[in-house]
């Protein structure tokens, strides 16, 4: 292309030539114009620098078919008032974008490795959320990855539970980090929706009775020392975070005692077992557990429910759903105020202070007394006479 636009006037035989470089012709081929007289020539010339001048060097040397596509460019783009060039900024941005970032697998161990010196509870979480995220978009550019991708890989719509908020959390704080980064745009996490879960809608989940006795049948085929630490759960309502704080001398036969050091509130309990919790206790003694966390999720998951388990080579099919949260001390208290328990024994048992009203919310109704006393049947495998809890006077 020359520097400066030249038209040659030059005199032939055949007339005054005007000759158009192909960078500045219509055509995109050289040309030649002809005309009889050399004024003639020169008026045409002086036109074509004219129009160079006014319509800009770079828009006189733009070949036809380049015209042609920035042409439907503008057609297209004019519905959203977006020129070309702001278009071509925007999709310029994009790429440098892409340069820039980092597949995803390559940013989810670049975060866990920053991740390392947090507590093993937390990191095992993150480190879960990344192997979900690197199965469904480990290859992907970070910087090209949408809301929709991210929502279908975590947290699905339409799901919810804990677990889920869970993983939500944990890809909410490696977006974040990548974002800081520059490898990705922190806002379009904005876009993954959360699922709704039981502590929104205020309605609580608990298990069936084939539910518990299916858990605990599990657990007693696959992990017995896992079985008191569930019949504790399921039969007294004890916390998940209290069992993995107690030790074999908390549990005798004259009852639990659960000391201020091993209780969420810090004030001590005493729960006198029910001839149901007797039962498994006889038979499977209570010990911690040890690995706790992670025998937990394989008997979850061989039981049916939707739970990473590590420990289990090949995970039985997950047929439940995911796992309500606090399942096992909901299931007990719901079963047992069926059963005729009453709200103010229950409140002392489950370390609650001030009125039951809270319980009588959560509990009162969400199972019938036929199916509560089937509950509290639930005995260890070669036991024949039923278990029965003591019915207390008084129900709320």
């Known amino acids: 292309m020359p520097r400066r636009a030249k038209f040659e ?23 030649r114009h002809f005309f009889a007289t050399k004024t003639a020539a020169k008026s045409h010339a002086n036109q074509l620098k004219k129009q160079l001048a006014e319509n800009g060097s770079n828009a006189s040397t733009i070949k036809p078919s380049l015209a042609e596509a920035a042409y439907h460019a503008v057609e297209i783009l004019e519905p959203y008032g977006v020129s070309l060039v702001d278009a071509a900024r925007m999709v310029a941005d994009i790429y440098k974008a892409r340069a820039a970032s980092h597949t995803l697998t390559t940013a989810c161990d670049a975060w866990l490795m920053v991740c390392e010196s947090l507590r093993p509870r937390t990191l095992d979480g993150y480190t879960q959320t990344a192997a979900k995220l690197k199965t469904a978009l480990g290859d992907k550019i970070l910087a090209t990855i949408t809301a929709d991708e991210i929502q279908a890989a975590v947290c699905p719509l339409g799901s919810s539970g804990a677990w889920m908020e869970g993983h939500l959390r944990n890809a909410k704080a490696f977006w974040r980090w990548s974002a800081k980064k520059g490898w990705c745009d922190k806002d379009v996490f904005n876009g993954v929706e959360k699922p709704k879960g039981a502590r929104e809608t205020g309605e609580i989940e608990i298990l069936t009775v084939a539910q518990a006795q299916n858990l605990l049948t599990v657990a007693a085929e696959h992990y017995p020392q896992a079985v008191a630490s569930y019949a504790l759960q399921l039969f007294a309502g004890i916390r ?39 039962a498994w206790l006889k038979k499977y003694p209570f010990q911690p557990c040890e690995n706790w966390r992670e025998t937990d999720k394989a008997c979850r998951r061989l039981a049916g ?21 606090n399942a096992l001390r909901h299931s007990h208290a719901s079963y047992a105020v069926a059963a005729g328990v009453k709200l103010e024994t229950l409140l002392f048992e489950f370390g609650h202070a001030g009125n ?41």
């Not at 429910?305 to 949260?325: C, F, I, S, Y």
Request: proline content about 6%.
């Open 9 to 31: 006037i030059t005199e032939t035989d055949k007339g005054y030539k005007v000759d158009i470089p192909a960078s500045l012709s219509t055509t995109g081929k050289r040309e």
């Open 240 to 278: 998940t975070e209290e069992i993995k704080r107690m030790e074999a001398h908390h549990v005798t036969p004259d009852g639990i005692e659960l000391s201020a050091d091993i209780t969420k509130k810090g004030r001590r309990r005493h729960i006198t077992p029910s001839d149901t919790l007797a």
């Open 305 to 325: 429910w939707a739970v990473e388990a590590r420990l289990l080579n090949e995970p039985a099919p997950a047929t439940l759903g995911v796992w309500p949260q």
């Open 356 to 396: 039951p009203n809270l319980l009588r919310q959560h509990y009162v109704g969400r199972a019938s007394k036929k199916t509560a006393l089937a509950y509290f049947a639930i005995v260890p495998k070669g036991k024949r006479a039923k278990a029965q809890i003591q019915l207390m006077e008084g129900a709320a």
